[in-house]
């Protein structure tokens, strides 16, 4: 990453932002950061302002839905290296917007990978998420056709580059929540407590993976220079947290008794929410990699022409309605089942004692 120029999607989010923080440390060339939110980056950029006035920062607005402004920033930077952690996160919001989560997550992925091959970038590194395993949800579905899309990159041999360029690298690094970020239930519960409750949770028996913000950004930092192109590194979350405990621990560590000076309320589970998170989807293979908290989910990569096709008509009928969207996004992802069809949720632990075979040469 020495004297790289690099470019960072969604840079004022939690993971975005912290990544970019830690790229400072490996003394690129030009970090360009970019998101849509004025606000967001407006405060990014007070905190980066010495890197700025020293020339290593350049914060962008851009929305990555609008092609012809990403072209005049490839044009403008000519990035080496993208690191893509720009996506709508909050489950609930985007089961009432489905059109809008396909914009957003796959329209975004696809628009920069495409141009990723386009200008002839190195490495692209796609930030997922552990709600794209067996979805049940809208913005879990998305970003597994997003999964999808970026991996065929990989087998096409990037034909639109010139024969001298290096082909680009695409690993995707999927993860579970991470604590205190923006779509986290931590900063939530604090606000809770700091009212003097009640603490509102799910179900008494949900669970989450959680790891912290600076450790899951360097693992994406450093899954994204293993890869070889086309692999889908999962991060090793450790145990999941029943968010039952994690509620009562927030409530002690406030220095209040659970049931006592702050109540706990069960609301029921939310549209699209799962009891529990999956790192891997059941046709998935673990491979261990020289990295001990980076794992690589293995599975059949979709045909490029295939998933082309099918993400074209996904983004014809983003406007066409909740249930056609729906629809498209099973013909993409047959394991997405809508939680409205999938019945009362099994309280169970998701996490099975499998072997980890080395990955294959």
Do not use: W
Request: hydrophobic share 40%.
């Amino acid at each position: 990453l020495d004297g790289q120029t690099i470019l960072v999607t969604g840079s004022c989010g939690s993971i975005g932002s912290e990544i970019a923080r830690q790229l400072l440390k490996y003394n690129p060339g030009r970090l360009v950061l970019l998101d849509r939110s004025e606000t967001g980056q407006f405060f990014l950029g007070r905190e980066l302002n010495e890197a700025i006035e020293q020339g290593q920062i350049e914060i962008v607005i851009a929305d990555t839905t609008d092609v012809p402004r990403l072209k005049r920033i490839f044009l403008q930077y000519r990035p080496q290296t993208i690191f893509h952690a720009a996506a709508y996160k909050h489950v609930p919001l985007m089961e009432e917007h489905p059109g809008e989560a396909v914009k957003n997550i796959v329209g975004s992925t696809r628009n920069l990978a495409d141009l990723a091959v386009r200008f002839g970038v190195e490495s692209f590194v796609m930030v997922s998420t552990d709600k794209a395993v067996n979805p049940t949800n809208v913005m879990g579905c998305c970003k597994r056709v997003a999964e999808l899309y970026v991996q065929s990159l990989s087998d096409r041999g990037n034909a639109s580059t010139t024969p001298s360029s290096v082909p680009c690298r695409f690993v995707t690094v999927r993860f579970g929540n991470v604590l205190g970020s923006a779509g986290s239930v931590i900063p939530v519960f604090r606000e809770q407590i700091s009212r003097g409750g009640p603490l509102t949770l799910t179900h008494p028996e949900m669970t989450r993976f959680f790891m912290t913000i600076p450790e899951a950004s360097q693992l994406v930092i450093q899954a994204g220079r293993q890869g070889q192109g086309g692999e889908i590194f999962v991060l090793d979350m450790g145990q999941p947290v029943k968010i039952m405990d994690l509620a009562r621990d927030m409530i002690k560590l406030s220095g209040l008794e659970p049931d006592e000076d702050v109540e706990i309320e069960i609301m029921g589970l939310r549209p699209g929410e799962k009891l529990y998170e999956e790192l891997y989807a059941d046709d998935e293979t673990r491979l261990a990699t020289k990295h001990p908290k980076i794992l690589v989910a293995e599975s059949l990569a979709m045909e490029r022409r295939l998933i082309v096709e099918r993400v074209d008509q996904l983004m014809q009928r983003a406007e066409l309605g909740s249930d056609m969207v729906r629809q498209e996004l099973k013909q993409i992802v047959p394991g997405y089942r809508p939680a409205a069809e999938c019945g009362p949720p099994p309280i169970a632990s998701p996490e099975r004692s499998l072997p980890i075979p080395p990955r294959a040469a």
